[in-house]
């Protein structure tokens, strides 16, 4: 199969490529390597470096025949889409408009997009199912919801197939440990530095924390499975940041130097995804276990910021 992967320099995204590529799909990747890296993208991958806002991305379509797009690349920063509302907008929203275009006229079967939890906002009930009132918080949480409606509608007016995958807290080698990666690449890269951690407020929060090999798995059941469909990638199961700490005590064998300061302010008390719709509509269950993948994201740290 011929797959065109948008973002495939980035974390998750080369995750995918790699995931692709070992199972013997062509794959082409779209990415302007704004956060995403060079060392990230599979040699055996084609790679096209534009942005997704660019007009030449159909013609990439139209020189490529992809059969499925895989629609990874985004603004993933909600600090920045609060600084930079528009700048958000143009690429999540535009950016995706702009590839829908692409792949309909180049006569693409289906579009698997990276949605995310940040579209429900302040949950009023958890785990949080697809049913849940959708009420972002953040321009970016905005921005990632206005494509899963533009998905819907090229489907009625085109028949363009899609899956829009909502992920949780995802974590793994790759992410970004400097910026403003999730806690658990932020944690790691201190770790490796011999830096200590800092604790925004209490600890207590809980995230639902998934591998990225498990969201990868996910992106290649999508690619067959799934009509119309928008569901959650999580694990279901809630881990305090306290928590999170003890458990790179165990992996590392010692107690980490820890700080606590404020809450960070709007930041959400718990989160957790329910997962049943993905086990039934994908059948993917996650299988990757914490501790091991912490244990593994320590190791990809160590190496990288020696
Ligand atoms: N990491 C998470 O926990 C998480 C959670 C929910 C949803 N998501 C979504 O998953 C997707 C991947 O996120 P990630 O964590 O791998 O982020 P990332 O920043 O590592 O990857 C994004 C990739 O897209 C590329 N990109 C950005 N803007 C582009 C543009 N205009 N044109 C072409 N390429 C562009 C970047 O260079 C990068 O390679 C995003 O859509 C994000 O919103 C991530």
């Given at each position: 199969?011929?797959?065109?992967?948008?973002?495939?320099?980035?974390?998750?995204?080369?995750?995918?490529?790699?995931?692709?590529?070992?199972?013997?799909?062509?794959?082409?990747?779209?990415?302007?390597?704004?956060?995403?890296?060079?060392?990230?993208?599979?040699?055996?991958?084609?790679?096209?470096?534009?942005?997704?806002?660019?007009?030449?991305?159909?013609?990439?379509?139209?020189?490529?025949?992809?059969?499925?797009?895989?629609?990874?690349?985004?603004?993933?920063?909600?600090?920045?889409?609060?600084?930079?509302?528009?700048?958000d907008?143009?690429?999540?929203?535009?950016?995706?408009?702009?590839?829908?275009?692409?792949?309909?006229?180049?006569?693409t079967?289906k579009?698997?997009?990276?949605?995310?939890?940040?579209?429900?906002?302040e949950?009023?009930?958890?785990?949080?199912?697809?049913?849940?009132?959708?009420?972002?918080?953040?321009?970016?949480?905005?921005?990632?919801?206005?494509?899963?409606?533009?998905?819907?509608?090229?489907?009625?007016?085109?028949?363009?197939?899609?899956?829009?995958?909502?992920?949780?807290?995802?974590?793994?080698?790759?992410?970004?440990?400097?910026?403003?990666?999730?806690?658990?690449?932020?944690?790691?890269?201190?770790?490796?530095?011999?830096?200590?951690?800092?604790?925004?407020?209490?600890?207590?929060?809980?995230?639902?924390?998934?591998?990225?090999?498990?969201?990868?798995?996910?992106?290649?059941?999508?690619?067959?499975?799934?009509?119309?469909?928008?569901?959650?990638?999580?694990?279901?199961?809630?881990t305090?940041?306290?928590?999170?700490?003890?458990?790179?005590?165990?992996?590392?064998?010692?107690?980490p130097?820890v700080?606590?300061?404020?809450?960070?302010?709007?930041?959400?008390?718990?989160?957790r995804?329910?997962?049943?719709?993905?086990?039934?509509?994908?059948?993917?269950?996650?299988?990757?276990?914490?501790?091991?993948?912490?244990?593994?994201?320590?190791?990809?740290?160590?190496?990288?910021?020696?």
């Open positions: 199969m011929r797959v065109l992967v948008t973002g495939g320099a980035g974390f998750i995204g080369s995750h995918i490529v790699d995931h692709l590529i070992g199972a013997g799909a062509a794959v082409v990747v779209v990415d302007n390597l704004s956060t995403g890296r060079e060392e990230n993208l599979h040699p055996r991958a084609q790679f096209y470096n534009i942005d997704i806002t660019d007009p030449a991305l159909s013609e990439v379509f139209a020189r490529e025949q992809p059969e499925v797009a895989i629609h990874e690349a985004a603004q993933a920063s909600v600090d920045i889409s609060v600084t930079s509302p528009e700048a907008a143009e690429t999540n929203i535009l950016g995706t408009l702009n590839l829908l275009e692409a792949a309909r006229t180049a006569g079967r579009v698997v997009y990276a949605s995310s939890a940040a579209v429900y906002g949950p009023a009930y958890l785990p949080i199912d697809e049913a849940h009132p959708v009420a972002p918080l953040s321009p970016y949480g905005a921005s990632k919801f206005t494509p899963e409606l533009y998905l819907a509608a090229y489907r009625r007016l085109y028949g363009l197939d899609y899956v829009a995958l909502r992920y949780a807290n995802v974590y793994g080698p790759r992410q970004d440990a400097l910026g403003e990666g999730g806690v658990v690449a932020v944690f790691a890269g201190r770790l490796c530095r011999g830096e200590h951690l800092e604790i925004h407020g209490d600890g207590n929060q809980t995230r639902d924390f998934v591998h990225v090999e498990d969201v990868a798995r996910a992106n290649l059941k999508a690619l067959e499975s799934g009509t119309a469909l928008v569901c959650n990638i999580s694990t279901g199961e809630p305090s940041v306290n928590e999170l700490v003890c458990s790179f005590a165990a992996v590392t064998g010692r107690e130097a700080s606590y300061g404020p809450a960070r302010e709007g930041d959400i008390r718990h989160s995804l329910d997962n049943l719709r993905a086990r039934r509509y994908l059948d993917w269950t996650p299988v990757r276990d914490l501790k091991e993948g912490l244990e593994e994201t320590l190791r990809f740290y160590a190496k990288t910021s020696v």
